[in-house]
């Protein structure tokens, strides 16, 4: 892809600081030059907005990984250092499609399993049963103990019966111990209709059979928690469950739901350049949720989400593009006070964070680097801010750690920005770049030495996002 020109390397601080008093003289213009957008952060620190969980970041995978004993293991050295980058803490989220076709069973399986790492969902009907073992929960529990993670875990509700179900959560249980956070019965409940139930499928319909399934897991595991209720996006059935719960079932802990922000993958309107841009979804349907979980009193956690849906978009998900898009899209959800996300993948599909298998080795995608860039947020209190600029593909959000004031700027243009900031002077900081919007290799996070700071105005380079701590 065609960039304009941009100052690099050593030379870009002086010509970074022979730019700022020209800068500051056209302060009230948005474009310089035709090459540099101006933009203004203002900070209100007494303004808070969400303290982000230790846990804010979340992995997402297949229910059908385990039945490879194997994957999820204390002996996978190579994703556990991997998981390990994205925060000292986080969270295991298990489900997906292939959740509906699981099938526990105590007898170990012989022989080694056909495959070694499982992708996305994208089949959607055809599919064949996988078991789940006692092994593979026992490796479960030794890799959670290894990454010092936890686990959301999913049983098959759409198409399992649910004394099955039931057995599954009492070795879940056993296992796993404080490992677990809470079970999600069935997955996207609001996609059954005219798939595993009839036409006239609804949120009360849904509502009734996970009474009746919960109330069978209690009864082989009475301390048995849940979340829920799980959707791909019709946020009635969040809404509707927030209600349930808030007048029966304590023992539900979190209300969860999907977001992607496009898809299907292939579809004519699923571009770069609609990724890069606003989601107007993103802000309505996640105040929906937050309003919903404070009503009551629940956390709520966006469980499953990536770029596209149906195993993302080549050329797309896997550039620097979604890099800069799950920086921002993870603190999005964080300043609406979402407790955490989990970004779904496995396997060789285009969106996920970590490609690869045991077999052939692990490596991380671009979108990893913009998880990795987001996770020095966490611990800390994102507070207000204010951005001003003609684009509304720069981004900035503030937040306060261990007394240090964090500024963030996402620039998602072709063009350098200029951004007036309150930093004056800074300890540290991080960059995430590329060689391209469109690049699939070199995208990188490196140690930035406050060398794009002067006198309080920040240079951005294109597609890139610059963190430095004040």
């Given amino acids: 892809m065609k960039r304009r020109a941009f100052l690099r390397s050593a030379g870009s601080t002086v010509a970074a600081s022979c730019l700022v008093p020209r800068l500051l003289a056209v302060q009230n213009k ?53 998981f390990r980058g994205l925060g000292q803490q986080g969270v295991l989220r298990l489900g997906g499609g ?110 009734k059979e996970w009474v009746v399934a919960r109330k069978s897991v209690l009864e082989r595991v009475p301390q048995a928690k849940f979340a829920g209720p799980d959707v791909s996006n019709k946020m009635a059935y969040v809404t509707g469950f927030a209600d349930d719960v808030k007048k029966d079932a304590m023992d539900v802990v979190m209300l969860t739901s999907h977001y992607y922000a496009m898809g299907p993958a292939g579809a004519k309107d699923v571009t770069m350049d609609k990724l890069l841009s606003p989601d107007p ?81 692990f490596l991380p995608r671009p979108e990893y680097f913009g998880m990795e860039l987001a996770k020095e947020f966490v611990g800390g209190t994102l507070v207000q801010s204010t951005l001003v600029c003609s684009s509304d593909r720069v981004r900035a959000f503030a937040a306060q750690k261990d007394g240090v004031l964090l500024v963030l700027a996402i620039n998602k243009t072709e063009q350098a920005v200029a951004m007036e900031t309150p930093l004056r002077n800074t300890r540290e900081g991080w960059l995430l770049t590329g060689p391209a919007i469109d690049a699939k290799q070199g995208v990188t996070l490196t140690r930035e030495h406050g060398n794009a700071l002067q006198d309080g105005v920040l240079y951005i380079r294109p597609n890139s996002a610059l963190l430095l701590k004040g």
């Avoid at 385990?66 to 991997?82: D, S, T």
């Avoid at 709520?300 to 989400?305: A, D, L, Q, T, V």
């Fill in 30 to 82: 948005t474009l310089h030059d035709g090459e540099i957008l101006h933009a203004t952060m203002t900070v209100n620190g007494s303004t808070k907005l969400a303290i982000i969980p230790l846990d804010y970041t979340g992995l997402s995978y297949e229910s059908a990984q385990l039945a490879n004993p194997e994957f999820f293991a204390a002996g996978n050295e190579a994703l556990i250092a991997l």
């Fill in 98 to 207: 292939t959740s509906e076709f699981t099938a526990f069973t105590t007898h170990e399986q012989t022989g080694p399993p056909s495959f070694d790492a499982v992708g996305p969902d994208t089949s959607k009907n055809v599919k064949s049963d996988t078991p789940v073992t006692p092994k593979s929960l026992r490796n479960l529990s030794a890799f959670l103990d290894a990454t010092d993670w936890r686990c959301l875990y999913g049983l098959n509700l759409g198409r399992g019966r649910v004394e099955r179900a039931a057995e599954e959560a009492f070795y879940v249980y056993s296992i796993l111990g404080q490992r677990l956070i809470a079970f999600q019965l069935g997955n996207e409940p609001d996609a059954w209709r005219n798939r595993y139930r009839s036409s006239t499928w609804t949120y009360a319909d849904y509502w």
């Fill in 281 to 361: 979804k993103l802000e309505r349907d996640l105040k929906i949720a937050m309003e919903a979980a404070r009503g009551a009193r629940l956390p709520y956690r966006m469980c499953e989400g990536n770029s596209c849906w149906n195993g993302g978009q080549e050329g797309v998900s896997d550039t620097l593009a979604s890099a800069l898009w799950v920086l921002d899209m993870m603190l999005s959800f964080a300043a609406m006070g979402c407790a955490g996300v989990n970004l779904h993948g496995g396997g060789s599909g285009f969106y996920t964070p970590i490609t690869g298998s045991s077999k052939n080795g």
